[in-house]
């Protein structure tokens, strides 16, 4: 089994803003109901521990990467996120390893005094906002249904003002309602260098809404995108899931967990200390993300035996034949894995989104052909 290096802590199990597509709240896990609002600095020194053990058994583990989760993980306030990474700071005293901070944030608490310390605490920020006003307005909304979209650009404004280097990324989830280039063009004008564009987390229970649209609308979007990117609009910005797809063309290693066959190095850890899967499993509002473990008692070598934690460790041997013998095999590698979820069968299935990635992944080939002969004949 592969070592884990990459910890998604749920600092904050509740949320100031109500998302309407939020796995977290609204797609049927009703966990974070029974969850500490905040994490207790008790539990993150015992995950501490937890991690530091894991690197002794496994030296040859030389980087791990912590990242800030919720609900709104800025809302635990300044002084808690600075007590949080001073605990965690002291795992480099102890193992000889590299530890890099990141958080993905709604933006709306990015005021100076959590900027200043998310800079001095090298922690690398991704801001979640779907557009101009008028798109993130369709989903992104606080508890009363107001939008948000102005308190978000002004924390943006503010981390490109003072901590520019450690505005890191942002991610929009799709709406096929949303012309692709307005999102992308945004983008390319808030002063980041990363972007990222999410299927939204849907699986065969749940089929994802295609508004009277064509059986291949998300890739199709997506295409638009990426035929723009690769003319050379918005050449400034990196977009992680075209990349993704490209280095698997190149047989290079996935960016990240979804559409790859690597063993997954993600685990999720709860505001209570409970581990859990890779926390987007919530959307099949069936608690698959349930592991029955909590850093108290169980070591991180447990939890890799845990079947549900093996299942996204195997590989391709996971996948159900239509995948195996799919001609896009070792480029979608059966899409992420929440969305393969059927009651009936549980993820023994290809994506809910598997016409949307062939004909995308077609047509991304069919550019990249074009592009090599090009460079051939230069």
Known sequence: MHAINEFVVKIASRCNLNCDYCYEYNMGDDSWKK??????????????????EHLKDHPEIDQIFISF???????????????????????????????SFSTQTNGVFLDEKMINTLKKNRVFVGVSVDGPKEYNDLHRVDHKGKSTFDETQKGIDRINELAKDYFNSVFAVIDLRIPPLEVFDYFGSIGVGHCDFLLPHHNWDLLPPRYGKSKTAYGEWLYEIWSAWIGGRNKHLNIRFFESIVRNFLGAESLYEAMTDAPASLITINSDGDYEGVDTLKSTGNSSQVLGYNVQKHSLNEVLEHQAVQQRQIGIKALCDKCLNCEHLKRCYGGYYPHRFKKLN???????YCDDLFYLISRMKEDLVKYKKLQNNA
Do not use: A, M, W
Not at 76 to 88: A, S
Not at 346 to 352: A, D, L, P, Q
């Open 69 to 99: 989760h919720g609900g709104e993980p800025l809302s635990v306030g300044v002084e808690r996120l600075q007590n949080y990474c001073d605990v965690f700071k002291q795992i480099c005293n102890e193992v000889p390893v590299r530890l």
């Open 346 to 352: 549980g993820f023994k299935n290809e994506s809910v």
């Open 35 to 52: 969850q500490s609002k905040y994490i207790s600095l008790e539990t993150v020194t015992q995950l501490k521990f937890r991690i530091v």
